[in-house]
Every structure is written in C-alpha cells, then in structure tokens.
C-alpha cells in the first residue's frame, strides 16, 4: 500500500472515537477499533472499523491526559461512567477516546529503514493521537474491516 492510500485511511478516522486498541489475542498484529458516529439526525447506525496494523514490531503507548488531571482522577468511582457523576477529574468510564487530533503516517524513520532492510519488507510509523492516549506504531501492513459494533477483543467469557 502506498502512503497516499495509508494517507486517506487514516484521514477517515479524524474526530471519531477509539474504543479498543492493542496487540491481537496471537501478539503479532495491533489493532485499533474505532467506532464511527454520524449526526443523529442522519438516521446513519453507528459502525465499527477494525484498523489492524499488520507486523507491528513497536507499540508505543503514552497519555495526553496532564499530569493535573491525573492527580484528581485517581479514584476507582472514575471506571465507571454511572459512579463517576458528581466527581471532579477525568471519567475513564466513557469507553472510548475522541481521535483528536487523529492519525497520521510519520515521514519515513531510521527504524522503518532498519526493520525495511531487516525483514525485506517494507515498514512505516503512524501516529494516533486522542483525548487520553499518543500511540505511535511501527507496522508494515494496513488492513480496515467493518465489524459488528458488539466486537470487543480480548472480551472475557
């Protein structure tokens, strides 16, 4: 895939929501779900796009959440959306984080060069930031699937 394609995929996620991100049940892959709302006046049913960053060899996770905040969002009442009203600080109950200011393919690095050279295949680095989490990935392949808005990775039975 050519980065102007990567390009437009990841255009297409600005302003949505991330609901899940992480390594695959089998640790190869990352996996990104972001769940897609129009206005409710459209009529238009939510959907879930299922972005898998094929043979990602670094994952990098970060809050953009300030340190400030994080001080008066310790309490556990927090994880919950219902048992967060009426508190002051962060709710991590909303289960999902607004993909603001979005993603974007990074200009070509020395370790997508070095991994590149390594495997023999080519590798990239993209960018995801939202309201709570800076991800940076380092893959080299990019599939989007729809899946049904139930998916949950990982889920427990």
Same mark, same amino acid.
């Given at each position: 895939?050519?980065?102007? %394609?990567?390009?437009?995929?990841?255009?297409?996620?600005?302003?949505?929501?991330?609901?899940?991100?992480?390594? &695959?049940?089998?640790?190869?892959?990352?996996?990104?779900?972001?769940? *897609?709302?129009?206005?409710? +006046? =459209?009529?238009?049913?939510? &959907?879930? *796009?299922?972005?898998?960053?094929?043979? $990602?060899?670094?994952?990098? $996770?970060?809050? =953009?959440?300030?340190?400030? &905040?994080?001080?008066?969002?310790?309490?556990?009442?927090? &994880?919950?959306?219902?048992?967060?009203?009426?508190?002051?600080?962060? @709710?991590?109950?909303?289960?999902?984080?607004?993909?603001?200011?979005?993603?974007?393919? *990074?200009?070509? +690095?020395?370790?997508?060069?070095?991994?590149?050279?390594?495997?023999?295949?080519?590798?990239?680095?993209?960018?995801?930031?939202?309201?709570?989490?800076?991800? =940076?990935?380092?893959?080299?392949?990019?599939? @989007?699937?729809?899946?049904?808005?139930?998916? %949950?990775?990982?889920?427990?039975?």
């Amino acid at each position: 895939m050519d980065a102007a %394609a990567f390009r437009q995929l990841l255009d297409d996620t600005f302003d949505h929501s991330v609901v899940h991100h992480g390594y &695959t049940d089998y640790l190869r892959d990352y996996e990104v779900v972001v769940q *897609l709302v129009a206005d409710p +006046s =459209t009529g238009i049913a939510p &959907t879930r *796009l299922r972005y898998l960053f094929r043979y $990602c060899v670094e994952a990098r $996770c970060e809050t =953009t959440v300030p340190p400030g &905040t994080w001080r008066i969002s310790l309490d556990d009442r927090l &994880t919950d959306q219902e048992t967060a009203a009426d508190l002051d600080g962060y @709710v991590w109950g909303v289960k999902s984080h607004v993909l603001y200011p979005g993603a974007k393919l *990074l200009p070509e +690095s020395e370790a997508a060069r070095r991994w590149s050279d390594a495997i023999g295949i080519d590798f990239h680095q993209v960018l995801i930031e939202t309201n709570a989490h800076r991800l =940076t990935l380092l893959f080299s392949g990019l599939e @989007v699937t729809q899946v049904p808005t139930a998916y %949950a990775p990982m889920a427990s039975d």
